[in-house]
């Protein structure tokens, strides 16, 4: 079962108006997408994200030549040769890889991979705190209020892109307004050093419905991280960028994290992706993936944590959520899969389960421009 082609669907959408994090606005969302077809007509869909001119050239220039006539089966050889080029054009291309075995065999993803747990998996409302309005609190403030009425009882926000001052400030209003609908995740994307981030323990003491604190330092700062999870009265968690398990391994054995987030699309393939949920399970420490890039993505994750055992037999949940982006993008329509009252339940059709709206992929077809 040879690929016969290789088509690819870069899309590209302006933003109305930017939003950002610690790390700078937003001024567009893009993804992209790729049809593999075997000789037999079975077809696998990948996804992944990176500027789109080097993703287009690399593709045809590189990775399409490369696929064709290969076995499709031969999925983890085809994988590691391919990451040695671009590691998210090798996480897009083992997810499409994985769909082709799974129809072949008849069976979902779930099934593929040994079965699933449950048949739905909790998610939390992904914000992006600020943006380029004066009143930017209020707008936060607002696009939490929207969540929360559509269901989500879990938020995540962003600090570090203000003084400490004004993100307390924004925190404590969110708390206020939302303390008893709406746990909240605080998320600094790598943007203080140890001491700024003990700082936020005196906001953290005065409430019980903090999930966790995201990312506060660079991750290679595993001793820092060590002594800040010691310090704080809320779970650190962290790991969106990291590309295998074994970048994990120092902060697991050093008990530097209490919730690990692997991102399907960043790791090098679903193989992999999962080598690290099983590694977080084996160390005791909860994970709650990434999934901001796309939603086909985000349906590989929720795909794995429905086959993840309990975390805990303790808790009502028995299993942690998975990041559901609520911002002005498109793209996470792409698959018909939505949250009601902060879940979703899992497809259980042959491969992924559902069928891709190629409408947007048409309307949001990138012409080519440069950006």
Same mark, same amino acid.
């Given at each position: 079962m040879n690929i016969a082609s290789v088509e690819t669907f870069p899309l590209f959408y302006p933003l109305k108006r930017p939003y950002g994090d610690a790390n700078g606005f937003k001024h567009y969302r893009s993804l992209f997408l790729f049809r593999i077809t075997t000789q037999s007509g079975i077809v696998g869909?990948?996804?992944?994200?990176?500027?789109?001119?080097?993703?287009?050239? *690399?593709?045809?220039d590189r990775i399409i030549p490369y696929l064709i006539g290969k076995p499709a089966l031969n999925r983890l050889e085809l994988v590691n040769h391919i990451q040695q080029w671009h590691?998210?054009?090798a996480a897009g291309v083992s997810?499409?890889?994985?769909?082709?075995?799974?129809?072949?065999?008849?069976?979902?993803?779930?099934?593929?991979?040994? *079965?699933s747990w449950r048949n739905s998996i909790p998610v939390y409302a992904s914000i992006q705190s600020y943006s380029d309005r004066e009143d930017w609190e209020q707008h936060s403030l607002d696009l939490v209020e929207k969540a929360a009425i559509s269901g989500f009882n879990q938020v995540k926000v962003k600090v570090g892109g203000k003084t400490f001052k004004e993100d307390r400030s924004h925190i404590q209003k969110?708390? *206020?307004?939302?303390? *008893?609908?709406?746990?909240?995740?605080?998320?600094?994307?790598?943007?203080?050093?140890?001491a700024a981030a003990r700082?936020?323990?005196?906001?953290?003491?005065?409430?019980?419905?903090?999930?966790?604190?995201?990312?506060?330092?660079?991750?290679?700062?595993v001793e820092d991280y060590k002594m800040l999870r010691s310090s704080l009265s809320v779970p650190l968690a962290g790991g969106e960028n990291l590309k295998n398990s074994k970048d994990f391994l120092p902060l697991l054995r050093e008990g530097a994290l209490d919730i690990t987030q692997p991102d399907p699309s960043h790791e090098v393939g679903m193989d992999e992706y999962r080598q690290t949920l099983s590694f977080s399970r084996s160390f005791g420490i909860r994970t709650s993936p990434h999934t901001y890039d796309g939603a086909l993505s985000r349906l590989y994750a929720l795909f794995a944590q429905a086959c993840l055992p309990p975390w805990s037999k303790m808790e009502k949940e028995d299993i942690e959520p998975v990041e559901w982006d609520v911002m002005d993008n498109p793209f996470t329509s792409i698959t018909p899969v939505q949250a009601m009252a902060g879940k979703v339940t899992i497809p259980v059709g042959t491969g992924i389960g559902l069928e891709l709206d190629e409408q947007i992929l048409k309307r949001y077809r990138w012409d080519g421009a440069l950006y």
């Open positions: 869909w990948g996804e992944c994200a990176d500027w789109l001119p080097v993703l287009k050239k *690399g593709f045809e590691q998210r054009a997810m499409a890889l994985t769909e082709i075995a799974a129809k072949y065999a008849g069976l979902s993803i779930c099934d593929l991979w040994g *079965g969110l708390q *206020g307004q939302f303390s *008893g609908s709406c746990d909240l995740i605080l998320d600094a994307n790598q943007s203080y050093d140890l700082e936020w323990e005196k906001v953290f003491s005065k409430s019980d419905n903090f999930l966790w604190f995201e990312e506060p330092l660079p991750m290679n700062r």
